[in-house]
């Protein structure tokens, strides 16, 4: 079993930046694949990000990819989503994901362990 509890959330202005954090109980092939979903109200939970161990290969979803990057420290087991830029349409609660493999997926069914998430709201 993998535990992730993400963190960093808040309430903040448009333009504003902040960075979220997801510590990982393990490192082990079920943390190879590490991603970023967010849920807004009303909508379904979406892809933000992915990351592979080693982090030469990540990708974010078109709506973010200028604004936001996804990292990891292996040492620490920590996985980072650093977000710049806010608009109030990223307001939504984040979730950190984990699952095994080294291909990249969008899709949720790819990441069998998953976080309670941190929520993140941005006023305009």
């Known amino acids: 079993q993998v535990q992730l509890v993400e963190s960093g959330g808040g309430v903040v202005q448009a333009g504003d930046s902040l960075r979220l954090s997801c510590a990982a109980s393990t490192d082990t092939f079920r943390t190879d694949r590490m991603g970023w979903f967010r849920q807004a109200p009303g909508k379904e939970r979406e892809f933000v990000a992915t990351?592979?161990?080693?982090?030469?290969?990540?990708y974010a979803t078109r709506s973010v990819k200028d604004r936001f990057t996804i990292s990891r420290d292996n040492a620490k087991n920590v996985v980072y989503l650093q977000m710049d830029s806010l608009k109030p349409e990223d307001t939504a609660v984040y979730y950190c994901?984990?699952?095994?493999?080294?291909?990249?997926?969008?899709?949720?069914?790819?990441?069998?362990?998953w976080g309670q998430g941190t929520q993140v709201t941005v006023s305009s």
């Open positions: 994901a984990a699952g095994s493999g080294t291909l990249l997926y969008e899709i949720r069914a790819a990441y069998p362990y």
């Open positions: 990351i592979n161990r080693n982090g030469d290969n990540k």
